[in-house]
């Protein structure tokens, strides 16, 4: 079945620490990718996204992906994590022949320490 | 609007009654999808609309669960008989011609007593 795992539910890094957060999929086709972070109460913030072309994308606050076509992997960096980045982390992705839709791994909760 | 905009942002209801949850997406989107994420979970997809029409309900989990988007832009996700297992929260997310990009509202987090 086609799916979106991040194995890590919980992850614990120090302040001033670099962060890789892990996702994989499962889909035949490479998928439009995205990373969203979503904090106590509030809505989906998308981060990053890739659709096509150079495998490392930029987004904002300072976050990073590289997608990894032979591994299925999208993960999620940071160089130097800053206590407000405490948040949940979703990745998902877009298969255009499920109909544009949207769909979600279980998310990782970050939590950091100072 | 500026963002979407989703009310109430909170609804406590007694099991058996039934809820209406708005979505006010942005001005000109013509996409618009219903999410729900369980607690501690990942938001799962309900529906999606193309301006009026329900291209897919394939995520609604029961015949309890119905939405609408008459003039192709407020859409208004209504369940019915409201169980336990429907607390979560609903988020609504609007997306324009042409983009792939969801922008998603803070969502509606219903309790079911």
């Known amino acids: 079945a086609q799916s979106v795992t991040q194995p890590d539910i919980h992850i614990t890094v120090s302040e001033g620490a670099s962060l890789e957060l892990r996702c994989n999929y499962s889909y035949g086709a490479t998928p439009y990718l995205f990373w969203y972070v979503q904090s106590p109460g509030q809505g989906l913030q998308l981060l990053l996204k890739y659709f096509s072309g150079d495998t490392l994308v930029q987004g904002i606050k300072g976050f990073e992906a590289e997608f990894k076509r032979s591994q299925s992997s999208f993960n999620l960096r940071k160089p130097s994590v800053h206590w407000s980045d405490a948040a949940e982390y979703f990745c998902a992705v877009v298969l255009m022949e499920y109909g544009n839709k949207l769909v979600f791994g279980a998310g990782t909760i970050l939590r950091v320490k100072s | 609007g500026a963002g979407v905009s989703q009310s109430p942002r909170y609804k406590v209801a007694k099991r058996g009654q039934d809820v209406a949850l708005r979505c006010d997406p942005i001005s000109g989107h013509v996409s618009l999808f219903w999410y729900q994420q369980a607690l501690g979970q990942g938001p799962e997809f309900l529906t999606y609309f193309q301006n009026e029409a329900q291209l897919d309900k394939s995520g609604l989990p029961s015949d309890r669960f119905f939405a609408e988007r008459p003039e192709g832009s407020v859409s208004t996700l209504k369940i019915q008989r409201t169980q336990q297992e429907d607390s979560a929260v609903y988020l609504c997310?609007?997306?324009?011609?042409?983009?792939?990009?969801?922008?998603f509202g803070a969502g509606s987090r219903l309790t079911v007593l």
């Open positions: 997310a609007s997306r324009g011609p042409g983009a792939n990009v969801l922008t």
